[in-house]
């Protein structure tokens, strides 16, 4: 009876060293599949999720921008779903009688990444806004974000 019991025993712990190696040999196969990918791969495959797709984009945006010769330029931007756009600018701290509202419209397009839009056809400083989850932000001629000052980070405020 002791002799069953310590075959019994021996033949479980061959058994359990057995199956604890073939999964450590598993796991070594996928890691050694996953690191033959080259990395340019993983890198190019794109993300499904932009602002295009993933935001409720749509809407009147409104903030205010900063100017060379005045104090803000107030601004309220309306993007429609068939990619129209208008904008409507009008320029803080000049004389009253200076003072008007300035109106463009247009169409705009999403750059190839699906998170950045250009106001096509738009003479105004800021023509280019990266979409976030309600807000644009605006970008430079570059394509950079502008540089913020205390009190103001020159973000179009969805509402």
Excluded at 30 to 41: A, G, L, M, V, Y
Aim: hydrophobic share 35%.
């Amino acid at each position: 009876m002791i002799k069953s019991t310590l075959y019994l025993m021996i033949l479980l712990s061959i058994l359990s060293c057995k199956e604890e190696t073939e999964a450590s040999e598993t796991i070594e196969n996928t890691t050694k599949s996953q690191s033959e990918i080259p990395s340019e791969e993983i890198h190019s495959i794109p993300d499904a999720h932009t602002s295009k797709n993933s935001l409720d984009w749509e809407g009147a945006y409104s903030g205010v921008l900063p100017c060379k010769n005045c104090d803000g330029i107030d601004t309220r931007l309306i993007l429609n779903k068939d990619q129209t756009y208008q904008l409507v600018l009008r320029y803080l701290g000049i004389p009253e009688k200076e003072s008007r509202d300035f109106i463009s419209e247009g169409e705009f397009t999403w750059e190839a990444n699906g998170n950045t839009i250009l106001l096509e056809g738009e003479k105004a400083d800021f023509q280019k806004f990266k979409v976030g989850e309600l807000f644009l932000m605006p970008l430079d001629k570059n394509g950079n974000e502008i540089k913020r000052v205390p009190g103001n980070n020159f973000k179009l405020l969805k509402g």
